[in-house]
């Protein structure tokens, strides 16, 4: 769920929207580079951008008793790396703003930065500190993408409690308040985006194992032979 | 069922039953509006913290009726799953075809290989 169109004064919309603009046109510089280098990652990129579409126009009720939908950014930034998801996340919240009056265009700034900036870093930092602790793929997939997906609605609240400091108990209570809206409801979904982001890999590796090879997400069989031995060496 | 198509269904069952139960246990129940989103409530926030707010912009275009905004997100999860679905079918298709021609590669080499074989033991037969 987004900030509401209108819903942020004008000197937050401006602000957000400056700091997410170098982010995005980073992200589309990288994306056109990807896609001149590797013509055939095309079609997965597209894939991971359609995944987002999906996961996002999914509204699935929380243990809150309120409604909210998942992120599906976790996915492209650990196939992509995150500054290529900060280009597919604002294609997605553009087409929710200008067809769905979800989310909005004053606030779009604010929404690239909790959703296609913040929530793919996140996750891709939390995914890239677990692989190299030899967590299991799956596993460090799973909470990759539960983090992107969560650490977006944790930024949502604290734009909004930046923007609307309670009266009496300032920016920690506003951040409590809007914190219990959009953070607490998203934690089930978190976890379901995990799994969806899991399944979702599962079917990549069984499909594509050249292109997640050529990507750092499996490593090749030689490469793994040798870390085996490392880890040998280490453990003798 | 294979082990995988298992562990996939199961994960699957795992997020139809995420969002059942919060339906089923009626966890809405105390709400004025049951499972309404999280960004109208959002709104009534801000109004409850800073009752003068007014939103200062409308969205250009507003989908006319409830029906048809879930019309337009139903739109939206249908492009994102037919891409998917483009994907995942074409990679299968490619596999399936890599996997025939590597069969018929396989075949033909092996005749050769007899091909060969018999041309070598005809020369050998010719030598002795």
Known sequence: MHIAEGFLPPAHAVAWGVASAPFVVHGARSLIRDVREHPESTLLLGASGAFTFVLSALKLPSVTGSCSHPTGTGLGAILFRPPVMAVLGTITLLFQALLLAHGGLTTLGANVFSMAIVGPWAGYAVYRLLRRYDVPLMGAVFCGAFVADLSTYCVTSVQLALAFPDPGSGFLGALGKFGSIFAVTQIPLAVSEGLLTVLVMRLLVQSSKGELTRLGVLVTSAAGGKQAESAEAVTR | ?128
């Open chain 2, 1 to 128: 069922m294979s082990r995988n198509a298992k562990i996939n269904t199961l994960l699957l069952l795992l997020v139809a039953a995420l969002a059942v139960i919060p339906l089923a246990l009626g966890l809405g129940d105390h709400k004025e509006e049951p499972f309404a989103g999280a960004d109208g409530e959002a709104e009534t926030a801000i109004t409850e913290i800073d009752p003068d707010y007014e939103p200062w912009f409308s969205p250009l275009y507003e989908p006319p009726s409830g029906e048809i905004e879930s019309a337009l997100f139903a739109l939206q999860a249908a492009l994102g799953a037919g891409v998917l679905a483009y994907y995942f079918g074409l990679r299968r298709g490619r596999r399936q075809g890599e996997a025939r021609a590597r069969g018929r590669a396989v075949t033909q080499d092996a005749d050769a290989e007899d091909a060969d074989a018999e041309a070598r033991t005809g020369a050998d037969g010719g030598r002795d």
